[in-house]
């Protein structure tokens, strides 16, 4: 049995009055069957936030789509529908430690994404065999300061050949530039292997085993031009004491860095996490 | 300033299309402006359930209540309008240990609950002078197996004389006979000092300790004739060793039973909390 | 650099004054230096355990762990010593469900254990070519109620002809009789995938939707006798809410799984556990 | 029954073979018996730190004590040793906030501390009658940038009238200058309301709200003249969304800061807590 149609809708802008039942409204009045509709409102700021699933009446998810987004606009809204029967695909940066690449390809495997990944890229080998394994093209592609221009052209042209429309960075421990990320277009999901804003930068889990604290982090973020302080997504911490090396710092990390990057990736692509600013919502 | 009129609306009733837009668009057709609403469907028993605040065009809570759960019944829901300028008043239950007593009654005082506690009734005198610096009435009614009945119909007196709209059993170590819970027929919230279902029953923590697990927890849930089975609100955890004793574990669990307590109490008091079945829907 | 040769005792007896320098000063006077010492005292029943780790003078490890063994019994203690030049071998029992399988042998490949998975064992073909991938010979044992004795004589064939020193059961979904466990003789690791004593038997995801509860929960525990009710090593839980389908909770109950087993494995291989009665103490 | 008598021995210097057993075997030979014995190494500065309790031989505490430091000097380490017939007494500096006053004194009555509190310090009268209430003298020092060093003279001449031996800042607001802590020479707990090293500084929920973290923290350290930078003792987190206003989480931020206190408390009074470097080992 094929799952039913379905669109999402993720919509903001200024508030007023009567936002929710207008939407509710134009999606009764064309048939449309609203299965789970969240709406937030940040009072301060005065915008209005929604995230609005439903069974439209016809299987015209196109023109339901576009018409729903000219509706929007009316509002002074603006939205972004997804369909249920288009699964997204991604592109996976890799270097060399591979805990995240597996945690999120045996997930996908395992039918946990509302998504698909298309291939690996990589500016290290190490990592080749087993993308092929999951059945995934892999691109070699160094990078080193004096190749970093082309190096991010050629990773461009893997995207744009793959039909990339998210990309994911599991520990791939190369900064990409704001050009690239203009240039992708397409939400980039990092993960930071620390509970951000703390220990930002190089090698967070020294820092944090130098400083004394009593719990590390995770933080999953869209990649931006400000480095380490994109739109966080998700985060996560484990306790530790001072029995923990390093060395157990960065094991227990790998739990915290897999848990969180995949819980963001799926939100992402469940279309649940709408950016705002320098923050996101996520519909959960 | 005082906070504006709204209205919270927790409905229920069996799923059919178009319920999302047909409670938007009254409230939207009689001036009023929907600031949350949430909605779950239990897809497997479809039924559909929901929580709307919206603020009125008018001040006329009364009225509009009244309008709305005759709409909702058009609908064939069950519906259920409480106002914000209502503080429903409840009675705390207690026994000896005053944990809980202190924490309930000190949030209280800090503005955290969206109600008040009107008296304290206990078995035992030990918090009387405590309750009294808190400002509330305490009635003393010792409880025995022979004298059961007439305490408990001592308790309904005294909570029809203070307008109870709720109880609160915080550590009260007494079990309310089915019939004293029809009678009262308003929500009775308990907490149980373990991680229900497991550990039901007396003397938790020993049970706890005796088994080695390596967690304690706290649930709180209403109190219904099915004892420690009634709807969950809330539970968490703590986790313990080999090296806590028992004195350990009750003194981690104090910390737990305070924690979901509380956030039960003002779950329940904000309107959050439906009560299906077995079941609660917290609309968080 | 090789890791330099440590012995690791786990010890337990009737308590008595002296106990921990008695222990020091045979190391010590024997030219040892100890890296990590941890007791506790069970003072209800006034019994002393020891997790006790040191470098030797010389590396005549076999001699020292009969030495230190007999010198135990003089103290009425009994005493397991283990050197960290042996690696225990392990036999893998899996049945369809993949994910604690990939997840436990990945972090064997990455060092996480002080042992060595051999084997795979399952009474489905599902995982073969996975387990082959890893370099693990993978045994096809099908199991029905008929041929449930002949099968477990299989499988302690095949855990004998391995030198299988423990196993563990990733979602296998059989119980091993009494019987079996006895003749294995060594430990086995179960995942129960609840929080026991809650939700014991089959089912206890739809268990735990049916009643309504906050969290779910994990639970690795030694196989015994008595099914469900072994000596428990780890737990863990994580939040739900009434937004979560049974699906839901399986999919996030198989994120607990991997994180409780392979805590317990680590632990085991690191001898860290020494169960007691039904319990454990768990000397992290 | 009188609790009978034991001495904690907090006590670090560099390591060297033979430690573990010459402390065991000195408390040994005098006819002490140890109840808990915990270590630590630092692998990578060759430190060696130690927490000791025994039952001596006989109750001549103090000779035990002075003794026991000057056998730990031999070994070239430095020593601390409390004796649980001493409770130390300390102040409790708060100022209008009462969250963790009121915690940390119904804990005190409730027998959860090794220690007792003598006095209140405030720069706002506030919590004055509150103070008293509990049966503490409440000392009213108003703190004004001009009048800040005559009103750290008053205050150390209230601790040391009141013959403190630890201060607990509870949300005191106001920084102790370098000054101050040298003069006063004892331990000062203060809870910071994030998840240091992020969001150090004045109004930290602002902060986080601001930038979107999914958790939010506290943090017990002993106050150095470095501000917000001193030792951690404990941290603990809880999760938020985009649903919280910076309301939410100055609410759920005063859970956390009492329990996070409150542990720090807890493990201070109980000598488990040694300082070392801009860091703590916590023997829990």
């Known amino acids: 049995m094929p799952a039913p149609l379905t669109l999402v809708a993720l919509l903001h802008g200024p508030d007023r009055p009567g936002l929710v039942a207008r939407v509710a409204g134009w999606i009764f009045a064309r048939g449309g069957n609203i299965l789970h509709a969240d709406q937030h409102r940040d009072m301060e700021r005065e915008v209005f936030f929604q995230r609005v699933e439903w069974a439209p ?17 009316t509002l002074g809204m603006t939205a972004r529908v997804a369909s249920s029967t288009h699964r997204p695909k991604g592109a996976l940066f890799v270097s060399r430690a591979d805990h995240c690449f597996h945690d999120l390809l045996l997930r996908w495997r395992a ?23 999951y059945g995934l093209p892999f691109h070699h592609v160094p990078v080193t300061p004096r190749t970093k221009a082309a190096a991010e052209a050629r990773q461009l042209r893997i995207l744009r050949a793959a039909g990339a429309e998210f990309a994911v960075l599991a520990r791939y421990m190369q900064v990409l530039s704001p050009g690239f990320l203009k240039k992708f277009g397409r939400p980039v999901i990092n993960i930071h ?3 951000l804003p703390a220990f930002a930068g190089a090698r967070p889990y020294h820092q944090a085993h130098e400083r004394g ?18 739109p966080i997504i998700q985060q996560d911490v484990a306790r530790v004491t001072h029995r923990h090396s390093v060395e157990d710092l ?16 799926r939100w992402h692509l469940d279309n649940r996490v709408l950016v705002y600013g320098r923050k996101t919502v996520v519909f959960d």
Do not use: M, P, W
């Open 250 to 265: 960065v094991r227990k990390g790998r739990d915290l860095e897999k848990l969180v990057l995949a819980q963001a990736v």
């Open 57 to 73: 009446a016809h299987r015209a998810a196109a023109r339901e789509r576009r018409d729903f987004e000219a509706f929007a606009a």
């Open 193 to 195: 292997h620390s509970f």
């Open 213 to 230: 604290v009593k719990l590390i982090g995770a933080t999953a973020h869209y990649a931006t031009a400000a480095l380490d302080d994109g």
């Open 111 to 133: 039918g946990e994404f509302a998504g698909d990944f298309g291939c690996v890229i990589s500016n290290h080998r190490d990592l080749a065999a087993a993308a092929r394994h």
